[in-house]
């Protein structure tokens, strides 16, 4: 059974930035998209990014559009979010998901495994 693991949340003030990443214990080629959701107390999963293993179709939700970046290391099968000029709003847990279908998709449902989370809180 593949394992995601977060990393790389933390504390941060406003206009900062933090790099999360998400490594699979074993090899992922059973899956063909990544996403990252995130949620907040009290507020349901919310869509960030999504990417095709191989690269191709990022995509971003418009809250985070410009300022966060999505990428992936095949060889270490590990994926990662670059969250750059990061706001109080972009509070929440961060959860990387993968998806076996190859089209990437921003609704939570639609993925098939899902890491812990890692905690990312923005000060004012």
């Known amino acids: 059974q593949v394992q995601l693991v977060e990393s790389g949340g933390g504390l941060v003030q406003a206009g900062g930035s933090l790099r999360l990443s998400c490594a699979a214990s074993r090899s992922i080629f059973r899956f063909h998209t990544m996403g990252w959701f995130r949620q907040a107390p009290g507020k349901e999963r919310e869509f960030v990014a999504s990417i095709r293993w191989s690269g191709e179709m990022p995509a971003y939700a418009d809250s985070v559009k410009g300022r966060f970046t999505i990428s992936r290391d095949i060889d270490k099968n590990t994926g990662y979010l670059q969250m750059n000029s990061l706001k109080p709003e972009d509070t929440a847990v961060y959860l990387c998901?993968?998806?076996?279908?190859?089209?990437?998709?921003?609704?939570?449902?639609?993925?098939?495994?899902w890491g812990q989370g890692t905690q990312v809180t923005v000060s004012s």
């Open positions: 998901a993968l998806r076996i279908n190859t089209t990437p998709s921003v609704i939570a449902d639609e993925y098939n495994l």
